[in-house]
C-alpha cells in the first residue's frame, strides 16, 4: 500500500510517490532542468518577465492566426497566469490581427451551490477573460461570443464536444501547487482507489467535469487571487478534462514561479522527462502527450537547499 499524504491523509498526492523520486527532483539545478528535455517534451528559459509573457501572449496570436472560415481553431487558456492576456489584446489590436475565425475554451470555473460562479463576480474565471482580454479587443477584430467557450454545468457535454468540431492547436497553462493542470487535481483516496491512485490510462479518460479540490488548491488559489481568504474560494469547480486536453495538438505550460514552487516545477519535468506517469501526480500524465512543451521564467526558478532567513 502506498503512504499516506503529508498534506492530506483522504487525498492522493504528490507526498504519496516514491521518496527516491522526490529526492532527485530537489537536487535538479537549473541547468539540469534544461537537460530533461527529449523528443515530445521541450523546455525553455526565459531571462525577463516581458519576453517570458510576450512568448506566452503569442502562442494565442499564433493560434488564431491560424484559423479559417473553412478550418476553425483556436487555444485554450488559464487563470494563472493571467499577465498574458492585457498583452493579447494589445497585439491583436495594434497590429490589426483579424481574428474572426478564431476560438478559444476558458479550462475552468468555480463552482458555487450547483451553478458556476456568476460572470458577474471578479473571481469568475470567465469574468477574468473577459475583462482582462476580450472586452479590450476591437469589436471589428474579434470573433463572435460563440465562438468563445466556457465550461458551465448545463453546457458541459457541448463544450467538451467543440473539441471534436474545432481544432485546439494549443491547450495552455500554468501549473498548481497540488501539480495539475486546469483543475486536474488528484483524486481522493477511496474506493475502488484506497491502497492505489487510479491508472494513468483511467485517470485520462475523465473528460468535462464537476470536480471536487484538494485541499492544497484550495491554499493556492487564496494565497494568489484573494490574499489568503481560504474561506472565499469554492470547494468544487467545472474543468477541462484530460479527454479533451489530448485531443489538442501542443500542451504548453508556463512556470513563472509563484503558482507552484521551486520543487514542483522540478518534479513534474523530471517524472515527464522520464516518462514516469502517475496519477497523485496530474501532471505527469502528460509524459504520454507527444508534443509537451515547459516555459520557466529563469530568475523564479529558485532552489530546493535549505534557507532560513
Request: hydrophobic share 40%.
Amino acid at each position: 500500500m502506498r503512504p499516506y499524504s503529508n498534506i492530506a491523509p483522504d487525498w492522493w498526492d504528490y507526498t504519496t510517490i516514491d521518496r527516491e523520486i522526490l529526492r532527485d527532483a530537489a537536487k535538479l539545478t537549473a541547468e539540469d532542468i534544461l537537460e530533461l528535455a527529449r523528443p515530445g517534451f521541450t523546455i525553455h528559459f526565459y531571462d525577463t518577465s516581458e519576453e517570458f509573457y510576450a512568448a506566452e501572449a503569442l502562442e494565442y496570436i499564433r493560434s488564431w492566426t491560424r484559423a479559417t472560415e473553412h478550418e476553425p481553431a483556436g487555444i485554450c487558456g488559464p487563470i494563472g497566469p493571467t499577465a498574458q492576456l492585457p498583452i493579447v489584446a494589445q497585439m491583436v489590436n495594434d497590429l490589426e490581427v483579424d481574428i474572426r475565425h478564431g476560438h478559444f475554451w476558458g479550462m475552468d470555473e468555480w463552482l458555487v451551490g450547483d451553478r458556476e460562479m456568476s460572470p458577474d463576480n471578479p473571481m469568475s474565471f470567465a469574468h477574468a477573460d473577459m475583462a482582462l482580454c476580450f472586452d479590450r479587443i476591437n469589436p471589428k477584430l474579434r470573433m463572435p461570443l460563440e465562438n468563445i467557450h466556457f465550461p458551465t454545468v448545463a453546457t458541459m457535454e457541448e463544450f467538451s464536444a467543440s473539441f471534436d468540431t474545432v481544432k485546439c492547436l494549443v491547450m495552455q497553462g500554468g501549473q498548481g501547487e497540488v501539480k495539475h493542470w486546469a483543475f486536474n487535481d488528484p483524486l481522493r483516496r477511496e474506493e475502488p482507489y484506497v491502497n492505489e491512485p487510479p491508472p494513468p490510462e483511467v485517470y485520462r479518460e475523465l473528460g468535462t467535469r464537476i470536480v471536487d479540490l484538494h485541499p492544497l488548491t484550495l491554499v493556492q488559489n487564496a494565497r494568489t487571487s484573494v490574499g489568503g481568504v481560504v474561506s472565499d474560494i469554492p470547494s468544487r469547480a467545472i474543468t477541462v478534462g484530460p479527454r479533451e486536453t489530448w485531443k489538442t495538438e501542443k500542451i504548453s505550460i508556463w512556470h513563472p514561479g509563484y503558482h507552484d514552487n521551486a520543487f514542483g516545477i522540478r518534479l513534474t519535468a523530471l517524472m515527464i522527462s522520464k516518462g514516469i506517469a502517475d496519477s497523485s501526480v496530474p501532471m505527469s500524465l502528460l509524459a504520454d502527450h507527444p508534443n509537451v512543451h515547459f516555459s520557466y521564467l529563469r530568475p523564479n526558478i529558485g532552489s530546493c537547499n535549505p534557507d532560513m532567513k
